[in-house]
């Protein structure tokens, strides 16, 4: 269980930097 959770997470925080940087490339792109 502590695997699969451990996982998860990892997988979430994956999409959520993915997400997160891809909204920063956006703002950067705004700004210019």
């Not at 695997?3 to 956006?26: N, Q, R």
Request: hydrophobic letters at 55%.
């Amino acid at each position: 269980m502590d695997k699969y959770l451990a996982e998860l997470l990892g997988t979430f925080w994956l999409v959520f930097g993915d997400i997160a940087g891809a909204k920063k490339l956006g703002f950067s792109i705004k700004a210019i």
